[in-house]
Structures are given as C-alpha cells and as structure tokens.
C-alpha cells in the first residue's frame, strides 16, 4: 500500500467489490434490494405505495418479466428521469446537503463520504471519495474558467500521514475536517454559486447513483469530454464550444490551469504593453495591416486583482491569530482540567480529615472544582464546535476562494499572451510579404478575406501584369505621426530620418523582436513543366522550358499566394480572438462584482454568528461563578 498521503485514492472507480452490489453496472436500470441505491424515498408523502405493490404483484406474468429483466415502464427508473429527479431536487427550496457518514473501505485506506439530499418529497444518497470530490471540481473549473468555484481541502502529505497513522484521534479529526468542508463545498455549490453550475450535467452525475461505481464514465461523456486538453485552444467563455479555429490558436508555454502559481506580471503592467503596442502599429499604416488590438484591460479588473492580493494578505495574518487563538484556548481548557481535578482530590484530602461530621469546607471546594470542570467544558465546546468549525475554516475558506480568483485572471493573462502572439506572428508574416515583394519587383498585396476559391486564385491582387510595382507613398509620409506626441513614435520616427532603418531591415524589430527576418531563401514547390525540366525528365515540344525569369516570377507569385492566405488565415483568427477578449472581459467583471457582494454577506453573517458563541460562551461561564458565589453565601449565612 502507497504511503503517498493519508487518503490515498486507489483508482478503483469501476471496481464493484468497493461498494458492494455489482448489478447496477451491468443493468443501472434493474431496481435492487440495497439500501444504497434506493434513491427516491417517498413512502412518507406517497401512502398509496402498498396498494401500487399490490397492483404490481396481480399484474401479467409478461408484465412481471419486462421488469425483472431491467425494463421498466415508468421513467422515474430510468437514469433519463432521475437526472431528471436530481434536477427537481436541487431547484427544491426545501432542500438540505448533508454529509452524513463517513467511512474506511475494507483492505484499503480509501475513506468515503455519504452524500445525503433531501427534502420533504424525496430523498437521494450517495457515496463519493476525495478523489471524486476534487475530479468534480477540476473539470467544473474547466468547464466554467468565468465563473469561481467553490474550494475544497488540500491532500496532505507523506508527513501528515505518518504521523496521522500513530495518532488515530488526528485521523478522525482530519476526516471530520474533510466532511465540514465538503459540506460548505456542495452548500455553495448548489445555494450561492450560478445557476449554470446547478444545472449543469456532470453536477447531476455526481448525485446519481448510477455513477456511484463508474464515475470515471462520467468524465468520459459530453460535456466533459468536449474540452481539449489545453484550455488555452478553446472558447474561454464556452469551452466545449467545438470551432474547429481555437485548435490553430498558438500554445504559451508556461500556462497550467490547475496550477495557482502566477509568474506573470500584473494586469496594470500588461495593459501599459497593450498601449505601447498601439503607439507602435500606428507607426506603419500599411495598406492590408490594420489595427487589430481593439481592447484593452478595463480599470476596474485591473483593481479587482490589486484587492484580492490585499484581501488574501489580511486574511492570512488573520488566520494566523485564529491558530494562535485557538492554541490558546486549548491550554486554557488544559489548565482547567487540571485545576478541577486537583481541587476535587483536595476536597477529598480535607473530608477525610473529619469523615461523618458536617464538612463545609469539604463541600465549598467541590463546588470549586465542578465550577472549573463546567467552565472547562464550555470552553471546550467553543472550541471545537464554534471557534474551529464556524470561524477558523470558514476563513480559511475564503483565502481559498480568493486564490481561485487570481486563477482566473491568470488565465486571463495567459489569453492576452496568446492574442499578442497572434498579432505578432501577423506582423512578421506582413514583413516577409514586404521582403518578398522587393524581391520580385511588386506592389504590397492587400490580403483579401478568405474565400471558396482561395485554392483556385494564383492571381496577387496589387501584382500588375508586367511585374513593375506600384509604391505606396502612405508608407513613407509619416509626418502626421508626430502629432500623437508619443516617446515611442517620436524615437522611431527619429530612427527613420537617419535612415537606419532601410527596406531590408525587419520590420518585425520595432516590435521588440529579437530576430531579424532571415534571407527569403526557401523552395517552394512549383508544378508545371518548368518542374520536369530541371529534373531531366523529358519534356514534349509542345511544353518548352520556361526562360529563367519568367520562371523566377512564377515562384514568387506562387509564395505571394500562400502568405496571403496564411495572413488570411491570421486575420480570422485574431478576429475570433477580439471577439472572444472582449467576452471574457466583460465575464469576468461581472463575476467579481458579484463574488464580492456575496463574500461580504458570508463575511458579516459569519462576524454575527462568531460574536453571538462567544457572548454565549461568556454569559453561560458568568452564570455558573455567579450560582458558585451564591452558593458560597448562603452557606457562610447558615454557619453563623
């Protein structure tokens, strides 16, 4: 057995001996006897079952068959109507998520939890491992990268579970942990989160008990199974969107979703780049090269992320004075304990000095002691079921939640990323076009959008007929330039008034590229007779070598061709990407905006709550010293 962490999860989803009945993996439709998968219990609101049993039990030997070979008639056994069921369930106002139960599988460290969702007219159970739980909620993550999901517990480590597994009351503590957690998980998940992640499918699935053995199907069906494996080459706001474009979007290396770790500069330096872009493209209006950086990063995000690292950093230091908080509680119920005991060993000690007379004495300090012991335990009762459960993980809680934010907008960062390589790949493939034309004596084409006949059309549109070209005077009257008064326009323009940039110099390096365009020397292949000839084959009378220019003008015109459509190609996909960024963006505000208002809710009814147990806490330690104080008094009255 793997000592990875405490709850290792052994990959055994679609293993019957785990769970026990292995009938409903061959026929989930099939009713059975246990207990686990009887999922819709109305006996309490439907008194006509007993009848309906009846009527069942007088119906046709073929009748009695369809159902005993896993046929139903009525839908409600089927999984199509329990999804169903399970939908009605959570859009139930009366509903309640439990984790009712927890336990250790046989011959294995595997611990699962009893799902229970209930409410006055049905009822379904279920049991899910870690390992399911975390499954659910990195594929929601994917599924949904706009919305934020609610956190659940880290695994813990090889230390955890050696010292876990010499203290079995840590063990238990830490399940109990697990369970709390997951309770606040699914509590969010189905109360205070979107209604596309209660209505969503594989939500339902995890609540099915059909999937209770093959959860591992589960993540193999749509819509799970529609999104790639790089988020990053698909629809942000609709990953399982299935445009066959996002599979050509460029892959930023570095980039792992699951990861919470940011490398990246913030949103405020990434937008100051988008604006210097901009002053940089207006250098060159070229003919065809458009200003394709439409967007840039609202004000308001760029504050969100700015609040959440600030947020994150208060709440850290908070939970830090929680644990010394409750390190201090504990030592005090310690020192409690050991006071109470001593005081009632002392009574003891001081009754037997005068055992069968009227000891007050005797009877003051054992009233002492027992003031002590209920003190101590009130204090206990704080500790372990308000200061810890209803205070110290729900914050602990919110950093989670906080985390998963700067997620996202990572992941926004990383969008960012790839639409400025895109616009940079387009500007270099421009500069080839522009080497290329100088190479063949001709006008820039404008790349035209891609049409049906693009394969078809070996014709460049600003190419004329005998080969001259036809220079744009707007490429070199750049004066009206200088009136946008910009450190980085006026540093180029300067750069071109002392001619040290000249037509072969990259254009690509006023980008910030590194690399210059090297010498435009490649082969592509061109058909035709000119092909044979060189090859030595032979060639017919009727189909004469080509001279070595005319062959040369063919060559170039074929390569025209085929940057012109990958700039095409280029263009739709920084239009989809244009689109897409302003979509996320506008996602993204809305779900913050929304994230905080509900966070300060949780925040102040949490404040309440923490306020309230510890004036109970006090008030119930006051009563007991005041009714010891009492006591104390009226018998020193009665003694004199």
Request: hydrophobic share 30%.
């Amino acid at each position: 057995m793997s000592t990875d962490n405490l709850f290792e999860d052994i990959e055994q989803d679609n293993n019957p001996s785990f769970y026990g009945n292995p009938s409903i993996l061959n026929d989930p439709y099939r009713p059975t006897n246990d207990h686990r998968h009887d999922v819709l219990n109305n006996n309490n609101t439907h008194p006509h079952n007993n009848s309906q049993q009846q009527q069942s039990q007088q119906q046709s030997p073929q009748q009695n068959n369809s159902i005993h070979n896993g046929f139903p008639n009525e839908l409600v056994n089927s999984t199509i109507g329990l999804s169903n069921k399970i939908l009605e369930l959570l859009n139930d106002p009366d509903l309640q998520v439990d984790i009712v139960n927890s336990e250790k599988l046989v011959n294995s460290s595997v611990i699962v939890y009893t799902i229970e969702l209930s409410s006055k007219s049905a009822k379904i159970v279920v049991k899910r491992r870690y390992s399911e739980f975390k499954s659910l909620r990195d594929n929601l993550l994917k599924l949904f990268p706009t919305l934020i999901i609610p956190p659940i517990p880290e695994k813990h480590s090889i230390l955890s579970y050696l010292l876990n597994t010499i203290n079995h009351s840590h063990e238990v503590s830490i399940i109990e942990m697990r369970k709390r957690y997951f309770k606040m998980f699914l509590d969010d998940l189905i109360f205070q989160s979107d209604e596309k992640l209660k209505n969503c499918p594989l939500l339902h699935k995890f609540f099915d008990p059909n999937y209770e053995l093959c959860w591992y199907n589960a993540l193999n069906e749509p819509p799970v199974n529609l999104i790639p494996d790089n988020l990053l080459l698909a629809n942000p706001t609709n990953p399982s969107d299935q445009n066959g474009l996002y599979s050509l979007l460029p892959v930023v290396n570095g980039f792992d979703f699951s990861s919470n770790v940011d490398n990246l500069s913030n949103l405020r330096k990434i937008n100051d780049d988008l604006y210097k872009l901009n002053d940089q493209v207006k250098l060159y209006e070229l003919k065809g090269f458009e200003q394709d950086l439409k967007f840039s990063i609202p004000e308001e995000l760029i504050q969100f992320e700015v609040r959440f690292h600030q947020t994150i950093k208060h709440l850290n230091d908070l939970n830090k004075l929680n644990a010394k908080t409750t390190k201090n509680y504990k030592s005090l119920v310690d020192m409690l304990i050991d006071l109470g005991g001593n005081l009632n060993n002392f009574s003891l000690q001081v009754y037997q000095q005068k055992p069968g007379s009227n000891n007050e004495l005797s009877e003051a300090i054992e009233k002492f002691g027992s003031t002590m012991d209920q003190s101590f335990l009130n204090y206990e009762s704080f500790v372990l079921n308000q200061l810890i459960p209803q205070w110290q993980e729900p914050v602990d809680q919110m950093i989670l939640y906080f985390h998963g934010s700067l997620n996202l907008i990572k992941f926004y960062k990383y969008k960012i990323i790839q639409f400025k390589i895109l616009y940079k790949l387009k500007f270099n493939k421009f500069q080839q076009l522009i080497n290329l034309t100088n190479i063949g004596g001709s006008t820039i084409p404008v790349p035209r959008k891609s049409t049906d006949n693009d394969d078809d059309d070996d014709d460049q549109d600003g190419v004329t007929s005998n080969g001259n070209s036809q220079p744009d005077p707007e490429i070199n009257n750049l004066d009206h330039l200088k009136e946008l008064n910009s450190p980085t326009i006026n540093t180029a323009l300067k750069n071109l008034s002392s001619k040290k940039l000249n037509k072969k110099s990259s254009w690509y390096g006023l980008f910030g590229g590194n690399n210059q365009t090297k010498k435009f020397n490649f082969q592509l292949p061109v058909e035709g007779p000119t092909a044979k000839g060189k090859k030595g084959t032979s060639t017919s009378a009727s189909s004469p070598v080509l001279p070595e220019q005319h062959q040369h003008q063919t060559s170039i015109k074929f390569k025209l061709n085929h940057i012109e459509k990958e700039l095409n190609k280029l263009n739709q996909l920084i239009e989809l990407c244009n689109h897409d960024m302003h979509q996320l963006t506008q996602a993204l505000v809305s779900t913050f905006e929304e994230f905080l208002v509900k966070l300060e809710k949780k925040w102040l009814v949490l404040m309440i709550n923490y306020i309230k147990n510890c004036k109970n806490l006090f008030e119930s330690n006051l009563t007991n010293w005041q009714e010891f104080k009492e006591s104390l008094i009226n018998e020193t009255r009665e003694v004199n």
